[in-house]
């Protein structure tokens, strides 16, 4: 008698039930059923190597592909590395997994999936109503890059629905929000905000790299594509950039990958085998990061030199309820940000002077605990008073949780907090 794995619908955890149906399976088939997350973390893209057994997909550093006669082109698939490469397509199927895409195109950076979004869906005379409060990257190809080409762009508070209406025109093509939103974790009400982009017949696209598929996954709610910047959480251990376009449609999905072509632009192979294999304990990271960063709000928010914490997991979170309805299993992520008694002086102060393990410098989502001034750093080609009027000062501390213990990281910041 076989034993089968049932999923519980209301838990995480398996059952296992008697099986009267013939055994027909053997090593190295899958079995039946839909897999949970964590599974596909490990195993989803990556196939055992036909040839050797190797059991990851190996690293093809190809240019190019033979192929066995003119009439036989791209039998097997491949011609040239700009347009697809094996160890490429792995990291993509993945990708559009873990996301509940149709398909992914994967890039050599976070802004290449951005900006290969915004030219792939747009063109001169349509307009884009865009978050005011996203990655600096983001803001300034828009308003530096794109709007040279003729396209619009409107930067508004993606927390009020009503604004996103009223900023609608009859041009707008992409409606672009980011959730939670870099550096202040504003997040947006993405289900709503796709139904507003379907009435008005425009894409809705959302950069959910501070959220990660581990806690959300926007193509579950009415979202037409995902972008994440796989130099972040996928990856995790500050060794590569890449970034990621999911598209909930074969016809998305192709349009990224014609444009990925056009550009040149993909992720290449070798970074694409390093974020295939570090992704897998993405579940596990964000859960840890998730958890230091729950304890290190709420002690945060106890000492007498903080005035405000910010962090999707607080009580105190404006936005309190849309973080417990969007973010699964109770994760809020390792982003959260902080002001100190003395403002923008003081934070700087406090950035210039925490020890390690603590490291100041840009990116996140990494093993590492990362301290950003976001002000001069990721933000820091944000207008001035665009970065000011969403709340990011010139000593914003920015804090992306990483690994390590997390009473180690409290020390170091108390130990700074007490040189103020
Ligand atoms: N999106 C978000 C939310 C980011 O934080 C970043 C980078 O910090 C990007 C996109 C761009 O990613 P990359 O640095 O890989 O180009």
Request: charged share 20%.
């Amino acid at each position: 008698m076989q034993r089968v794995a049932q999923r519980l619908p209301s838990c995480n955890t398996f059952r296992f039930a008697a099986c009267t149906a013939p055994r027909r399976a053997k090593s190295g088939t899958w079995m039946e059923g839909k897999l949970a997350q964590d599974t596909e973390l490990v195993h989803a893209g990556v196939t055992p190597d036909a040839s050797s057994g190797a059991i990851l997909t190996p690293l093809f550093l190809s240019t190019t592909f033979t192929q066995e006669s003119v009439a036989k082109y791209l039998a097997k698939g491949y011609s040239y590395s700009r347009t697809n490469n094996p160890t490429v397509t792995a990291l993509e199927k993945k990708v559009a997994a873990l996301e509940g895409g149709v398909g992914a195109a994967c890039f050599g950076t976070g802004m290449a999936a951005t900006t290969s979004v915004i030219g792939g869906v747009m063109q001169a005379g349509d307009h884009c109503v865009i978050t005011d409060c996203s990655y600096g990257g983001t803001n300034r190809a828009c308003r530096e890059y794109w709007s040279r080409f003729g396209m619009e762009f409107t930067f508004c508070d993606f927390r009020d629905l009503d604004v996103i209406r009223k900023a609608i025109r009859p041009n707008t093509k992409l409606i672009f929000s980011e959730t939670p939103a870099n550096p202040v974790l504003t997040l947006c009400d993405l289900d709503e905000i796709s139904k507003i982009a379907k009435e008005h017949g425009a894409y809705h696209v959302s950069d959910a790299t501070f959220a990660t598929p581990v806690m959300l996954r926007p193509l579950d709610h009415g979202c037409d594509m995902v972008i994440q910047s796989l130099t972040k959480y996928y990856e995790g251990h500050n060794m590569m950039t890449g970034g990621a376009v999911i598209s909930a449609t074969q016809e998305l999905a192709d349009k990224m990958k014609w444009v990925q072509n056009v550009n040149g632009n993909i992720v290449n192979p070798f970074c694409a085998f390093i974020v295939a294999q570090t992704s897998k304990t993405m579940a596990l990271r964000v859960r840890q990061q998730s958890a230091t960063a729950m304890k290190m709000a709420t002690w945060l928010e106890a000492h007498p030199k903080v005035t405000k914490v910010v962090y999707p997991g607080l009580a105190s979170f404006p936005q309190k309820q849309l973080a417990d309805k969007y973010h699964r299993d109770g994760l809020h992520g390792g982003m959260l940000w902080f002001d100190i008694v003395g403002g923008s002086p003081a934070g700087t102060k406090l950035m210039d002077t925490i020890e390690r393990p603590w490291s100041l410098c840009e990116n996140l989502g990494a093993t590492e605990s990362i301290i950003t001034a976001c002000a001069v750093m990721t933000h820091a080609n944000m207008l001035k008073e665009d970065r000011l009027k969403v709340g990011i000062t010139d000593g914003f501390i920015r804090v992306s949780c990483g690994i390590e213990d997390t009473d180690d990281l409290i020390k170091a910041l108390d130990r700074a907090l007490a040189g103020i």
